[in-house]
């Protein structure tokens, strides 16, 4: 990975670990979280005499150990997905007063499309509140130049910086032309407590200096570095940001295009002179109008968000549309129109997953479920359509307490939580819940990985971002140090065992905790074992195995005396048993091997 001054094919999450490297980074931190994953992964393929980099509970103490780092003079990032910024923006609000020591720049990935999010919300209002300034590329050859510009603006004007990217840069792949690494030495802690405490006294003498360095930023964007005009025709020009840009050459070529590389502070000299020698200015930029908004306040006349929607994923097609009405391009009559076919088989949990006998004890529990996020999520629809409630990561704790409090419901009410989502931000409702006394069900749902980003570690897994051993999290006695006095770990393989555990505790008058304990059958090693097979005579077609929604089953079309049956697919199988031992007829048996 160390290899220097060469083009080689780059994802933009790959792209954006590169750029920090060659910045010479020493502390990465993250959370991990789709689109932004992978820029820790590989920034933990570096050596680690160059940098150390680590995976944290949560967004929020990934961005404290950058903020930590630069506070000792070291270049330091982290890394997130947008509503990681959430959790983070505690103390993203307080460092954009201090500003930084050594480089400090948070790289917050959107999802415009919701491909694997809970909403669509835009980091760049975020960075107007907190006063930052935002980078944002264009695809990965501007991630990598970009993170160093960012360190060196960071550097410069006494901030931390954000570099925001999108699911489509992070994970399209383009090439990319690398460099060396910058060797920096540390500048040491800077002692100036009126600067690194911030208590209101010291807050107050702050906020001006925040201000002062915003209009710097405004003054030094103006600077032709910082944009690029393409001159085209004369009659009307596009500003756009990021990798939409891309998306306007492809559909307007000879337009004049002034892209920007930030957003925010916006370069206002740059805009009145564009917008002055234009009889039509177009803002094209995904989701918030941030710079539409920006410019008409400044009492420029541009088009935006009329022509180019606020939701969604933007595409050449979308792009293309929009100045179809505004009548820079004819619409094509004999455009052929795509014609999208939803599945026919809704996502469902993986075959053997070890989180689907959970759920089923819950439906027949007829419980009250809130549910948090992970790929467990899926639960929430058929087949196994057990969970009522989803907000954010960490919330379902703190919501079943709050439907207890409310004292309406009638059914037990549980709390389903993922491993690495209770040590990410379920602790601290947990001892909520104790301590006022709630009568809730926690299912702890451990199946021992970070299993919806592909399988990184935390700290329940007892290693470390690049694999070393290090301290593992019992969570029976982190739940009885948080004062829940009932707490059980089961095999969620055993169905027998899940039922009459599940019921136990929901009749329990307090907080209790049942673990379901069983590693992800595909994370960090795909799991198989010896796959199952279906006795079609014996098979009833009850539906009994096909409601645990494993996609190793199938309706056969093979009828039998009125009866449909069921096929198992052996090379989807893993050999779980579940189906087997809910199938009431005993139909569903080990697939003999043969002799050798």
Not at 76 to 94: E, Y
Not at 269 to 296: G, Y
Not at 365 to 372: K, S
Not at 512 to 526: A, E, F, H, T
């Amino acid at each position: 990975m160390n290899e220097v001054c060469e083009a080689r094919p780059m994802i933009g999450n790959e792209a954006i670990a590169r750029g920090a490297w060659e910045a010479g980074v020493k502390v990465a931190a993250a959370y991990p979280g789709t689109p932004s994953t992978e820029i820790l992964e590989y920034m933990g393929s570096y050596p680690s005499e160059d940098l150390h980099a680590q995976w944290s509970t949560n967004e929020k103490v990934a961005c404290d150990v950058a903020i930590g780092a630069s506070f000792e003079g070291v270049r330091a990032m982290t890394a997130m997905k947008h509503v990681g910024l959430n959790v983070a923006s505690d103390a993203l609000l307080s460092q954009s007063y201090i500003g930084v020591n050594g480089g400090l720049v948070l790289v917050v990935c959107d999802d415009p499309g919701i491909h694997s999010s809970q909403n669509e919300q835009d980091t760049r209002i975020f960075c107007q509140l907190a006063g930052v300034p935002v980078l944002e590329p264009a695809d990965a050859q501007e991630a990598l130049e970009f993170v160093k510009r960012a360190f060196d603006l960071s550097e410069q004007f006494d901030t931390p910086v954000v570099l925001r990217s999108t699911t489509r840069l992070c994970h399209t792949r383009s090439l990319v032309r690398t460099g060396e690494r910058l060797e920096r030495e540390p500048v040491g802690f800077l002692e100036d407590p009126q600067k690194n405490v911030m208590i209101p006294a010291n807050a107050r003498r702050r906020h001006p200096k925040l201000l002062e360095r915003m209009n710097a930023l405004k003054q030094h964007f103006d600077d032709p570095e910082w944009s690029r005009l393409e001159k085209g025709d004369p009659k009307f020009g596009v500003v756009t940001v990021g990798p939409v840009y891309t998306y306007v050459k492809e559909v307007l070529p000879g337009a004049t295009i002034l892209k920007l590389s930030s957003s925010f502070p916006l370069p206002e000299k740059t805009l009145r002179e564009f917008c002055e020698s234009m009889d039509r200015v177009f803002v094209v930029e995904e989701l918030e109008p941030v710079i539409e908004t920006a410019m008409q306040s400044m009492g420029l006349q541009v088009e935006g968000k009329e022509l180019f929607p606020r939701i969604d994923e933007f595409s050449p097609e979308i792009v293309r549309q929009g100045f179809e009405k505004a009548g820079l391009l004819e619409v094509d009559e004999n455009r052929e129109e795509w014609e999208i076919q939803p599945m026919i088989r809704p996502p469902v949990l993986c075959a053997g997953c070890p989180h689907t006998t959970s759920y089923m004890a819950l439906r027949a529990l007829e419980a009250r479920v809130a549910g948090d996020i992970g790929c467990y999520t899926l639960a929430a629809v058929e087949p196994l359509r057990a969970i009522d409630t989803t907000v954010a990561m960490g919330s379902s704790i703190a919501n079943a307490l709050g439907m207890a409090k409310a004292g309406c419901e009638t059914k037990p009410i549980v709390a389903t939580i993922g491993d690495s989502t209770f040590l990410h931000s379920g602790i601290p409702p947990l001892i909520d819940a104790v301590y006022n006394q709630a009568n809730i069900t926690v299912l702890l749902l451990d199946n021992q990985i970070v299993a919806m980003t592909g399988g990184q570690d935390h700290p329940g897994t007892g290693k470390t971002l690049r694999g070393e051993e290090t301290v593992r999290i019992d969570y029976a006695e982190m739940a009885k140090a948080c004062g829940v006095k009932w707490v059980r770990t089961i095999d969620s393989y055993d169905v027998a065992a899940m039922f009459k555990n599940l019921r136990e505790a929901v009749d329990y008058p307090g907080v209790s905790m049942l673990i379901s304990n069983r590693p992800c059958v595909l994370d960090p090693v795909k799991i198989k074992g010896e796959p199952l097979r279906i006795d079609a005579a014996s098979c009833t077609g009850c539906q009994s195995c096909m409601n645990l929604g494993c996609p190793a089953l199938s309706w056969s079309g093979e009828f039998h005396e009125g009866h449909n049956k069921v096929r198992i697919d052996p090379l989807a199988c893993i050999g779980c048993t579940l189906c087997a031992q809910v199938c009431p007829t005993d139909c569903i048996r080990p697939v003999l091997q043969e002799a050798a």
